[in-house]
DNA sequence: CATAATTACCACTGTTGGTGGTGCGGATTA
DNA sequence: TAATCCGCACCACCAACAGTGGTAATTATG
């Protein structure tokens, strides 16, 4: 056999046909070879051969001199997703922008004003996407709770904490004894934190005025979040954070 | 009519189907309705809209309270947008992570010495890539021609150049008159410039080793190039080139 | 409380585009 | 002429989607 099943995958959704991955891989595993060759190698028909190769190197994965018979060679796989993504990402652009051009003026015409002050957010991305527009909109203090430190919160947070920071905005952030040192570490950048252990729900609140309760899930993807600009509940999510807060250990970096 | 039709390829190629777009933009267009409103004012037969919205929930593209009945609002499509960048990404890193630990050990082990010093490039990424990989190689000396100006060059260049000059790379660049103010002074930031009126193929040269030529094509995804290591060819090249340079006009900025 | 109206949702069918799979035939070279 | 190279044409299959039917749950109304 090939390749792992894992692989496999990840190649067919980064748009690879299944031929196209068997021709591929065969290519790295046993080098330059004609197009019989990888027939044999790949278990492709040799009919459709041609059409995968020349598939293939449009899509940046393989290059081939242009001899008789003609060879082919692989690409570094990290030259192809390069590629790959240059492509894909050149498109998008040109959508987005497409999309923003047209859509946003009838969107600001309407006004947003008519949404509700309380919302239900289902999904990692949505929730993800709801925290962002908050830090956006804080001006003086955010507090956060939270239960597991999640790389992509801290990916997409950091950037943004900077800045906060800069503008003077208090952060203070509370996470759990298991919490990892790294993680920690580059919290402790922007941010004031706390350790306590044991948690049940994650949470942050900006401003005292907006809030986002995480309800976990054992998917992410099934995860949900009440998001709210309720001044009560922000008032008693905050009284509740402060209790927490200082029921906490303050942590302080090994290196301090 | 709802929107434009470029609009609607490009919510295609984002990823909607043409259910989800009506639904959309005719949320967007009339602001936040209830189910029935959507289905009448966007033609969606009533009993596919609740498939319809909640797709679009999960994709970020909208939000729901959970009253009876629901209203659902619009997200501005800078956030949709944004969230699907996010997702995207997401997927595709650890897609690529996947390809990389297991494939390029097996290319590295056969190393990759059986390349033949010339190669026929076709497709503007691929040739963009390749262009790459010559200035990621580069160490003394640059020259680049360039009949006309893309914008994807420079700006694919642009980090690049400025490292190759801080470690003292020579970069010549020569153009056509008809080449944009901008892009001339953006090049001028780390390389030399001389204009001429004609040119009738671009290329580059690197280290008077390397070399690629571009041959024009009306669409860019046809577009072809030959790459050469060929030390013969390099200094044909090298030399042409010098005769162009010698025989071309100095570039001076404005505020120079 | 019973009934009608509305809301929310489910199940099925036909179509379509893309891909896997097979055969053939023209072109090129020895 | 024979063998190999290259590519086209075709069919079967599958997943996703447009489109159509209907049913359960909830709410309004007499």
Redesign the pocket.
């Known amino acids: 056999m090939a390749i792992s099943e894992k692989t496999e995958r990840a190649l067919l959704d980064l748009?690879l046909?299944?031929?196209?991955i068997k021709t591929y891989s065969a290519l790295v595993q046993y080098g330059p070879m004609?197009?019989?060759n990888i027939s044999k190698q790949s278990n492709?028909?040799?009919?459709?051969v041609?059409?995968?190769l020349?598939s293939l190197e449009r899509k940046g994965w393989i290059e081939t001199d242009h001899n008789?018979?003609?060879k082919f060679y692989p690409k570094p796989p990290s030259t192809s997703l390069e590629t790959m993504r240059m492509k894909i990402d050149a498109d998008r652009k040109k959508n987005e922008t497409q999309v923003i051009s047209e859509l946003f003026p009838l969107f600001e015409k309407r006004g947003s004003k008519e949404r509700p002050d309380i919302w239900i957010v289902r999904g990692q991305f949505n929730i993800l996407t709801k925290l962002k527009e908050m830090l956006e909109s804080c001006t003086t203090e955010l507090m956060v709770a939270t239960p597991l430190v999640l790389d992509a919160i801290i990916d997409l947070a950091a950037p943004l904490m900077m800045t906060l920071k800069s503008k003077g905005v208090r952060i203070r952030v509370m996470c759990t004894e298991n919490a990892g040192e790294n993680h920690l570490k580059s919290i402790s950048k922007w941010g004031e934190i706390r350790v306590r252990s044991q948690m049940f729900a994650g949470g942050a609140i900006s401003d005292s005025r907006e809030v986002l309760i995480l309800l976990g899930a054992d998917e992410p993807s099934s995860a949900v979040a009440i998001w709210a600009d309720h001044p009560s509940l922000a008032n008693f999510a905050t009284n509740y954070f402060q209790y927490l807060w200082n029921d906490s250990k303050p942590y302080s970096r090994s290196s301090a």
């Open positions: 748009g046909t299944s031929y196209e004609t197009a019989i492709v028909p040799y009919s459709k041609y059409d995968v020349s008789r018979p003609s």
